[in-house]
């Protein structure tokens, strides 16, 4: 939208106004403003006109109606000042990782000396040394991806959430758990680093889903059964596929499968495929799904039962004296 006064306007050294409030999500600073010489007379106009919107003190925006996210981020920033660096699900969602970001606030990181006052739907953290935690080339200025997605996972009290925001970045390549385990030392007053350092340790393993995880630890190790390998490459007359857990000396194939691979008929075919393929081979397939969250000893008596029927010589263990198994 032509804003009369603001629009006409040229900065002495970064170029147009129109292309800085483009640059910037159509966000700007009444400093920006006024270094292109717009009064603030001008700004109010342009307020009352309802040709701006003042969202923070000092900082505008050069439309009318609701703000797009993109445009939110760059107001937070802007109000926060030089030196703000994007942090947490904010800098996740920026970086395009995908995930359930129901934290729809803006989170950003400041320098632990400076203080602000508190701004609606923004949440500052301060960092001793917040350069040190900075991609060196993104603008605006973000924390490394390991560094948010510890931030993140670090947040979730609930252990299946910090597992999720970790291995579901792995699972989508976008870094791997050794670059997120040493980023650590960088955080030294993080919540729950135990738990998040045995969570990568398992993504390493080859675990890539909170399923996969819950499955390790709950089915696996609690009632004793033989290490099984994971993310097996297999191929087939349909191409290569992966089985999610797989105890190769025993021909037993266990798959964890979340809602998303039953959501339709192309996933569902694709699962069939795949276990028809190991049986053909000789091999038995064990689906399970979130069902074994809240029941895993039942899980772990099936494929206990398996792994004897297949020659396993161990005996499964009891996790707790009230185990059914």
């Given amino acids: ?37 717009i009064s603030d007379k001008v700004l109010g106009r342009g307020v009352r006109a309802r040709q ?28 926060c000042g030089p030196g703000t660096a994007l942090t947490g699900p904010t800098a996740l969602r920026k970086y395009g990782v995908d995930g359930d970001w129901r934290d729809d606030r803006i989170h950003l990181a400041v320098p632990h000396t400076r203080r602000l006052d508190r701004k609606s739907s923004v949440v500052v953290s301060r960092h001793r040394d917040l350069p040190a935690i900075l991609h060196r080339t993104r603008r605006p200025l973000t924390v490394r991806i390991e560094v948010a997605l510890l931030l993140t996972a670090g947040a979730h009290r609930d252990v299946s959430r910090r597992a999720a925001v970790l291995l579901d970045a792995c699972r989508q390549r976008r870094t791997t758990p050794h670059r997120i385990l040493a980023e650590l030392p960088a955080l030294p007053s993080l919540a729950g680093r135990s738990t998040l350092r045995r969570i990568l340790a398992d993504a390493s393993d ?78 038995v397939t064990l689906r399970f799904g979130y069902q074994l969250v809240s029941d895993p000893c039942s899980a772990a008596i099936q494929v206990a039962a398996a792994l004897q029927h297949r020659g396993w010589p161990g005996r499964p263990r009891r996790c707790s004296p009230a185990c059914r198994l």
């Fill in 1 to 37: 939208m032509h804003v009369q006064g603001v629009d006409g306007a040229e900065e002495s050294n970064d170029g147009s106004f129109v292309d800085l409030r483009r640059s910037q999500a159509g966000a700007f600073t009444r400093t920006q403003a006024m270094r292109c010489g």
């Fill in 52 to 79: 701006l919107q003042r969202i923070h003190p000092g900082v505008y925006v050069d439309f009318t109606g609701p703000l797009p996210w993109e445009t939110r981020v760059w107001c937070a920033l802007l109000a």
């Fill in 206 to 283: 080859g675990v890539q889903s909170f399923l996969e995880h819950a499955y390790l630890r709950r089915v696996e190790r609690a009632h004793g059964l033989p290490h099984a390998r994971r993310q097996v490459r297999a191929t087939t007359e349909q191409g290569v596929v992966y089985r999610d857990t797989e105890y190769e000396p025993y021909g037993v194939i266990v798959e964890l499968d979340g809602q998303a691979g039953h959501a339709d008929s192309i996933s569902r075919w694709r699962d069939m495929t795949r276990d028809n393929a190991a049986a053909t081979s000789g091999k």
